[in-house]
């Protein structure tokens, strides 16, 4: 039997003989416990309990305090321990705090509290924050003779409530925010008792303090009673289960069964007091423990049910798989900034959005751009011995003018785009990103040219212009002057252009030239040729010519290949 199962004590009401306890506030304390011990002997714990304590994490302080970790540990109830001669008139009152109330924690820290705090006080005010953490007015010390032990159970919502008001989470704390059973409580206390007697030479005053606000029921408290039916299991899980698979199932959970007409009749235990509070629930025991490997695999029977891409979804894919197909790898990073990663890429942190409560300084502002963030993957990666670096990042940026989808990619160390001659020596340059820019656009089937920034604007009509964006911002500041051009999807220009300059790689601590890209994929998307049609092939055979072209130095190849095309 468990250690709680014989009572050395006896139940009683709200006081014994030397305490007293009185509880204002039922809302906040379903049920408190406490029981006197005399005669007792401060000293330090057996071999055996500061063994357990260690390996459980916990660190050994004396005989009494271990008692309450261990008792915390064993059975999953926290308990207090009151030097009961210094608690102010032997008498314990459980009340809200006062608005603008103080005290000092065991740790030291002087607390200001509002009447959300449950509090435990004596004559002269507050001696411990309820569930949380004790005061060093009344701890257990080396003079200690008389201890008052205290098991209560409190309100989880509201505890959780004032731990993160007041920046304190505690070992208790986080078993009492998630409401545990009034009926814990005793059986904390009993194991206590038992180990206060054997460790402490204690002598347990006669009477147990008991004051309760939960319902009475047949051991003192309301157990919840649900009816659980076997067809109503078949209909939901659809398959059967047979009644002892059932009871065996539900009696290795705590739960008790009593047979009825059409299945059973299921107590819920203590422990499962608040999540099973329904037949459903009760059937999803059953559906996890037994049912669940059994399940066939089957769609819903509702027409339209099976899933499908969208079409946003399948260019993504489109794009992700022409990307990889270049061999550049995908790379996921924070949505948040540093505000010096903006003043690094030359830009200002005025139109970023800045957070109201950012996890900490590098991550306040939500970023404008994704280069910043592939900057970072690829300097992480160079420092950890990588040589040749392809990343991309499709994602979003936060601007109030911008659309949120973009696609940025970097290229850096000894790389050979794929039409570049054997006789030139690798590296990331302008070309390399490029050519996987063409890549990209080209799986989308957009129409598109990368062009001169002058030639962009002249291209662009005046309705385009402004809506674009690239006549106000112009170049971006981390873009080099000679190494960058916008790509026009469609005739109209965007506002991401270009290539990352060497200049703007080394206040990433990169030696390497850097080349890339940022598109908005948007738009991309938005001009993309989803479904194309297709015409009937020519059934003459093609005649293949080599041309020999001489053209002036200041003609793009751009142009040279649009009028090939033209001529057929």
């Known amino acids: 039997p468990p250690p709680w199962a014989e009572d050395p004590g006896a139940g009683g009401g709200p006081a014994v003989d030397g305490a007293e306890v009185v509880v204002e506030a039922p809302d906040l304390c379903p049920r408190f416990t406490a029981r006197v011990f005399e005669d007792v002997a401060i000293g330090p714990s057996p071999p055996w309990l500061k063994a357990r304590l260690m390996a459980a994490g916990q660190r050994p302080i004396s005989n009494v305090v271990d008692i309450t970790n261990y008792v915390m540990l064993a059975t999953g109830q926290p308990l207090h321990a009151f030097d009961l001669d210094r ?5 314990l009152t459980v009340r809200r705090a006062r608005p603008g109330e103080t005290m000092t924690t065991l740790d030291d820290v002087e607390r200001t509290l509002d009447p959300d705090v449950c509090l435990i006080a004596d004559g002269d005010g507050p001696t411990s924050i309820a569930g949380l953490m004790g005061g060093a007015r009344s701890e257990v010390s080396d003079t200690t003779t008389r201890v008052l032990m205290e098991a209560a159970t409190w309100d989880g919502p509201n505890l959780l409530r004032t731990s993160a008001r007041l920046g304190l989470r505690t070992e208790a704390s986080g078993r009492f925010e998630k409401s545990l059973a009034p009926e814990q409580a005793m059986q904390g206390q009993v194991l206590a008792t038992r180990l206060m007697m054997e460790l402490c030479g204690a002598r347990l005053v006669e009477g147990t303090i008991d004051e309760r606000s939960a319902p009475a029921g047949g051991d003192g408290f309301a157990h919840a009673v649900l009816r659980l039916r076997t067809a109503r299991i078949e209909r939901l899980l659809g398959i059967a289960v047979t009644e002892p698979e059932i009871a065996h199932v539900l009696a290795s959970l705590g739960f008790a069964l009593e047979p009825a007409p059409d299945g059973f009749d299921v107590t819920v235990p203590a422990h499962r007091r608040n999540d099973v509070t329904r037949e459903v629930d009760l059937i999803e025991e059953v559906a996890r423990l037994v049912v669940l490997e059994r399940l066939p695999a089957t769609l819903p029977s509702r027409r339209g049910a099976s899933g499908r891409l969208s079409v946003a979804q399948r ?40 957070l109201e409560n950012p996890m900490s300084e590098d991550q ?3 970023r404008t751009t994704l280069v910043g963030s592939l900057l970072d993957a690829v300097r992480g990666n160079r420092a950890r011995g990588a040589g040749d670096v392809r990343l991309f990042e499709l994602g979003a940026v936060y601007e109030p003018d911008e659309e949120p989808l973009h696609l940025a990619a970097l290229l850096t160390g000894a790389l050979r785009p794929p039409s570049w001659r054997e006789a030139e020596p690798p590296r990331a340059d302008f070309f390399a990103a490029k050519a996987i820019l063409a890549a990209v656009l080209d799986a989308l089937r957009v129409e598109w040219a990368v062009v001169s920034a002058a030639e962009a604007l002249a291209s662009a009509t005046q309705a385009l212009a402004p809506a674009s964006g690239f006549a106000e911002r112009g170049r971006p500041p981390f873009l080099h002057p000679g190494r960058a051009a916008p790509a026009l999807l469609g005739g109209a220009p965007p506002r991401r252009p270009g290539g990352i300059p060497p200049r703007g790689a080394g206040r990433w601590d990169l030696e390497d030239p850097v080349a890339g890209f940022e598109l908005d994929l948007g738009a991309a998307l938005a001009a993309a040729d989803a479904v194309p049609a297709y015409a009937d092939l020519t059934s003459f055979p093609s005649v293949r010519q080599d041309l020999a072209i001489t053209v002036g130095d200041d003609v793009p190849a751009a142009r040279v290949v649009e009028l090939t095309r033209k001529a057929g």
Request: charged residues 25%.
């Open 87 to 91: 608690v102010a008139g032997g008498r």
């Open 315 to 354: 260019l993504r894919r489109r794009t992700e798989d022409a990307l990889v197909g270049a061999g550049v790898s995908e790379a996921v990073g924070w949505s948040f900034e540093a505000p010096d990663r903006a003043a690094r890429l030359g830009l200002g942190a005025g139109d970023a959005i800045r």
């Open 364 to 366: 306040s502002l939500m």
